[in-house]
């Protein structure tokens, strides 16, 4: 079996907005209350996929879930009385951030020699925690290989679980043994922490992980505090490499130490904060980052625009490229719709370590499924939603209508 790592980016769905739901998300509060693009939006995000497809890189996806979701709305006795924002959590489009979509553990890390994934409750969040039941559905069907893949519902509510956005993974390779690092919050100031220890170790336990090559790190408050709602906001790891701001965690050099302990061939690349202070790195997302392995074996970082164009984080990368260090290659994306709302790169994207021939070819990339679903975005997404059209009949018409076009597109019916 030949493990590689495979991206799983979420489409943008055609209900994307600015309703500024997300507590916590700098990004997400700013621009509530502004225009989206949603065809933008869905065209940016292909872009990134194939802009990585060109890089000789395996790549999936993830389809939009139901919206409005009208089970949400019937479960909140919704009579056009409930506060709007609940309203606008049921048109949310805000699971094309698949790195929230579950935590992943390869087979190599695994007692039963499978890749398992947890889907993650998002119980923090309103508009969040209606996701996770479609997402099971989903993952069943792109994962439904029980020889190579066990897919777990969420852990209980009374645990808060946000995904791969809390969970790195490293290793001398994709598809070597690793170590898994799950990483907590206990407080965030003025913003809830969203992921709970206990849901973290009992996602380890579900997968059957090693004890020994298993960390639990906990999260810097200050960096939840100054807007870092989940840790692929200020630290990101691949393979043997983990690329952090130096206030991601509570302890740092515990850490460092415990990963070197455990991997000792680590390169730990540490962002200082005189170089670029922790509102830099959230404002520019630097951190919410693909760090991909390419075919040659190099190591790039896949970085929003918005990274590359700041002062500070340019000219830190720019030294970093020139200290030819693990990180060969910077390569700026154009995400902005995403970023808008609070997501990056990173945000978009769950890594599955997996052969891709066990994986439902309906869920896996090339030029031409590519192609065919910005055929559909161009036709069937809408150009502009502004926050006060949510609940509008005809608009809600319109959403379901292309969601269901994408889904006749891409055979898979049986998610209508």
């Not at 959230?282 to 040659?296: R, V």
């Not at 970023?339 to 990056?344: E, R, S």
Request: net charge negative; glycine share 8%.
């Amino acid at each position: 079996m030949s493990l590689v790592e495979i991206n799983f980016d979420g489409i943008v769905g055609p209900s994307h907005n600015y309703a500024g739901l997300s507590l916590g998300n700098i990004a997400s509060a700013s621009n509530a209350g502004d225009t989206s693009y949603p065809r933008a939006a869905a065209l940016q995000g292909l872009g990134k996929m194939r802009h990585n497809l060109g890089l000789g890189l395996t790549q999936g996806f993830l389809l939009p879930l139901p919206r409005p979701n009208g089970a949400f709305l019937a479960a909140i006795g919704a009579d056009g009385t409930e506060d709007r924002r609940l309203l606008a959590a049921a048109w949310s489009a805000s699971s094309m951030w698949t790195a929230n979509a579950a935590t992943v553990s390869p087979a190599p890390d695994t007692a039963d020699g499978r890749c398992h994934l947890t889907a993650a409750n998002l119980v923090t969040m309103p508009h969040r925690s209606q996701e996770w039941p479609d997402t099971v559905k989903q993952l069943r069907i792109a994962f439904a290989d029980a020889t190579h893949f066990a897919v777990h519902d969420a852990v209980p509510t009374c645990f808060g679980d946000e995904g791969a956005a809390n969970h790195m993974r490293m290793g001398s390779a994709h598809g070597a043994p690793g170590i898994e690092i799950f990483v907590y919050g206990k407080s965030g100031g003025p913003f809830p922490a969203r992921q709970h220890e206990q849901a973290s170790r009992a996602v380890a336990r579900l997968h059957g992980l090693d004890p020994a090559r298993t960390l639990f790190v906990e999260q810097n408050p200050e960096a939840i505090a100054a807007g870092a709602f989940h840790n692929d906001v200020v630290a990101v790891a691949n393979e043997r490499v983990l690329f952090t701001h130096e206030q991601a965690f509570a302890d740092p050099e515990g850490t460092y130490a415990a990963i070197r302990a455990a991997l000792p061939e680590a390169e730990i690349v540490v962002v200082p904060a005189d170089a670029v202070s922790l509102a830099d790195a959230i404002k520019s997302y630097l951190f919410n980052a693909q760090l991909l392995t390419l075919p040659s074996g190099e190591q790039a970082l896949v970085i929003p625009l918005e990274a590359w164009e700041h002062p500070r984080v340019r000219a830190w990368l720019d030294g970093m490229l020139a200290s030819n260090g693990p990180i060969r290659r910077v390569l700026p994306v154009d995400v902005r719709q995403s970023m808008a709302n609070g997501g990056g790169p990173a945000c978009l994207r769950l890594r599955v370590v997996a052969d891709p021939a066990t994986v439902d070819p309906r869920f896996l990339l090339d030029e031409a499924k590519i192609a065919r679903i910005e055929a559909v975005v161009a036709a069937h997404w809408p150009e502009a939603i502004r926050p006060d059209q949510l609940g509008d009949p005809a608009l809600a018409e319109q959403i379901i209508a292309a969601r269901l076009a994408l889904l006749e597109a891409l055979d898979l019916g049986e998610l209508a």
